[in-house]
Every structure is written in structure tokens, then in C-alpha cells.
């Protein structure tokens, strides 16, 4: 048996290892399965047109981009927003650390709400709660306010670091996943770099409260989007009426069910348009074709109809919240929550450390050329979220054909390869470069470069956790149990952690650069990063084993 070979019989009840290709002999077929199966109903998310899927996704993205601009909208202008309200820039940089620590209260809590009580009314509230709490920040005048008002935006802000992937993951298919959350990692790190941007422009134009009332502004503007285009996609999910089954096909053939089309969203029978002997021709060359419902008619976002209250409300708010907890002691989420902290960090450091560094000697750069240095970020954001959502979703399929049809949750994994080289090259750039008075493009490129890693590697951490639980179910398919699981708890367990993780280090950035030395600085956190970069290939190693213990301890915490 060759390395790469599984077996099959041992490997594919393992959470994580599923079997992605239909094998015939030695020939792999040309099909996906749907993974969840859908059920028959029109109205299932997973059954949307892809139209209606996508003004879905249109709008959270829309929040999402509102939420990252609010978070990181003061960053640039920290310098006279320090004269203006009387606080030092370790103040300021201690009471942002506390708004990630509040975003991870926030998860364990809005999560099962969200659940409970439906996704749409939840978003609308952070959206427009967040809105108006920012406007507080025009009378702050004490240490002990700002902190409290950082804590309340970030728990108004929780719901776009954990939320937005359950809803994404309501509509999209497991083989479908890895781009649209790709655009959602993009946007979550382009809105917090346009934020900074934008507002040291604003700033040099109308002052600082201005860019307060943009940050609203922008906020409630969310609020609206989310009332007039985001559709609740909380369903509950009964069995299909008929077994599903993967059919082989052409890259043009789709299956689908007898009978009238607009009545089902289910495709099982094999469409005979294409010659069979030419598709078997294909089989062996082409990429997978993803076997998809049958595509609807356009119907227009139905936001009139009131979300639906679980009967088992409490229950699930119940075990949402004491769940995430009780998972952290699984090894799996221990790395991908501190994993998920230390990039967070790492991203954190452009707003903590830019204004310091670029507006001081040598550089004493105003606050809308501060601003703009966060392009360099933003333009390394682009290949990595994007591209990267699509480069995982390749090399996943291709690794599962070589791997006989079977996917491992770990394959992806093997693309952190790249944040691995490319972290701590940015890192020393952005710490050896102002030590040594270097060209400023030495620390704006170092930007750019620790960016092309940190998208990345964000999105390999949700998607690897996503495909190791996401599929486990309790054993009670229609109760609390299940609808608590539908909370994703193990992703609620990961935003806690790195959150925690991302508040800790909130005390430490400030004086492990400009107090300690920027040359100390650099190198140290090169070297962190690359000692906890190599984790990873003992989850890859490991990652089935782990899987495999975890899978009994999870399936207890869930039938709780």
C-alpha cells in the first residue's frame, strides 16, 4: 500500500475524512457528493438559486467590510485622538486589546441566540447597536470609559468574527465552502485596513469626530442592508424523501429528480444529454464537477417573513453557552484557537505600531500618509484571501483523487507552507527596518508581506476546523442537542481562545516594541512565529489520530 493510500473502511466514519469522488475500479468518477444532503424542500438554503445564495452572501460580506472599518477606524489618527482626550498610546492600544476579549465573550453568547431565536435579527441588532455605541466615543474623557466602550463594541462585533461562517456554511456545500469563506477572511482584513485609511484622510479634512460620525454612518448603513437583503437562514433540516445518490456525468451533466422541477432541489437522476462514452473519456483529465441542486427561478430576498423561535430556545442557549467551554481541552482546538490569536496579533500590529513608528523620527509622516501605508496590507490581503479560498478548494479536490476519493481535513494544511516562509520575513522588516532607520518602504513592505500570511493562514485554520466538527451531529437530530450543535461550538471554543490570546498580548505589543527595541522586537517575533508555524505539521502528522480520540469526548459534550 503506498503512503498515500487510506483504508477506506477505516478512514471514512472518521470526523474530517470523508469521501469526496465516487471510485469505479481504478477510475474515479467525475462527481461530487453534497455534503450536507440537502432535504427536498425549495426553501432549504442549501436549495436557493445560486442568485438568491448570492445576495445572501452580498449582504454578509457588506457587514462584515461595516464591522472590520469600526473596529480599526481610529488606528491612524491615534496620535491626536491621544492629545484630544487626554490618554496615552498604551491606553489607547490596552483598550483595544479589550474589545477582541469582548468579541469572544460575545460568541459564546449571541451564538446560540442566534440559533435560538434566528441569525437575521441578531446581525440587524450588532449592526446597528455597533453603530450607535461608536458615537461614545465623541465623549470619552477617563481610561476606565474608553475601556468600557471598547468592550462594548466588541461584543457588538462578535457576530462577524463567528456568525457570518455559520450563516455561510447554511447555504453552501462542504466542496463550495472554501471561497466564499476566502471572501469573507478578505473582507474581514480589507475593512480593517480601508478603516485606517480612510479616516487619516478624514481626519486631515474635518477633524477627528468626523471620522466617529463616518464610522456610524457606515455602521447603520450595514443595519439596512441587513433589514432589506439578508434572508434568515436558520432550517431545520429534515432527511431527504429519496436516497441520494452520486452519479457519474460529463462536465454538462447535472443530475436531477422525476417529476416537476420547480417543486424539488434535489438532482438524482442522470441527465443523458451527453454522450456517456465521451464523458468517461473526460473522466481522467478533467477536474471534479460539482453536482449541484437544480438551480430556481430568481425569487427576491423574502425579508418580510419573521424569523421562527426554536421550541428548544433554551435549551440551546442553555448548551451553547457551556459547550465551548467544555471543548477547549480537545488538542485540535487548543491550536487552532491559539493559531487563530497569534495571526490576529500579528494583524493587530499594523494599527498598534504604525502610527508610533511612521508619524516619529525619522520618518514624521502626517496622519493621512499614515493612512495610506495601509495599502501595503491591503494589497498583500488580496492574493491571499482571495486566491487562497480558491487555491484550497483545488488543491483539496486534487489531493482527495491522488488520495483515491478520500479527503483528509489535513490536506489543506499543507498549504501552511506559505504563511510559514513568508511571516517571519515580514516581521523583521517591520522590526530591523525602523531600528536601523531604513527607507520606510522597509516597514510598509514588511506590512505587506506578514499580510500575505495572515489571511491565509486564518482561512486554513476555519476550514480545517470547520471540516473536522462541522459534520458531527448529536444523536437527537430534531432537539436542542442538534440545534446546539448547529451553534458550531468548537468555533465559538477557537474565537474565545484567540481573542484571549489577542487581549494578552494587547498588554505586551507597546512595550515589546517601542520599550524594549524594534531590533528585539523583529527577531523574537520571527522566531515565535516560526516555532508555532511549525505546529502545524504535527497536526498534519497527528491530525487523524487526534480526530479519531477527539471524536468520542466531542460526541459526549454535544449529547449533553
Known sequence: MSPTTEDHSQTREIPGTVRLFAENGELLQSTVELIPKPSDDPEDPLNWSPRRKTVNLSCLIFYTFAVAVSATSLYSIYGPLSDAIGLTLDELNVGAGYSYWAIGISSCIIQPCAIAFGKRPIFILAALSGGLLFIWTNYISSNSLWILSRLLIGFSGGPSFSLVEIAITDVFFLHQRAFPLGLYVFVLYVG??????LSGYIYEGMGWKAVVWFTTGLSLLATLVMVFGFEETNFTREEPSVALEVVPGSNHSLARLEGDRSSHGISLVPDTSVDE??????DRNQDAVMVQPVAQRWIWPRVWQRSKVSPHAFGIIKRGIVQPFALMRLPIILWCGVMYGVYQVFF????????????????????????LTFLSPLLGTIPSAIWGGWLCNIYSLRQARKNHGISKAEHKLKLYIIPTVLAPIGLLMMGLGPFYGAHWIVYVAGECILNLAGPLATLLIIAYAFDVFHSIDPDDSQGPKAAAQDCAPYLTAIIFIGMSVTFAFGYAITPWSFLWSFKLFGITAAIGVTALNASVLLIVWYGKTLRQNGEGYYRKVINW
Request: glycine share 16%; charged share 10%; net charge positive.
Open 192 to 197: 480593517a485596513l480601508v478603516g485606517p485609511l
Open 277 to 282: 462514452s465521451d464523458s468517461k473519456s473526460k
Open 348 to 371: 493587530n500590529l499594523f494599527g498598534f505600531l504604525s502610527s508610533g513608528v511612521l508619524t516619529a523620527p525619522p520618518y514624521n509622516f502626517g496622519t493621512g500618509a499614515t493612512g
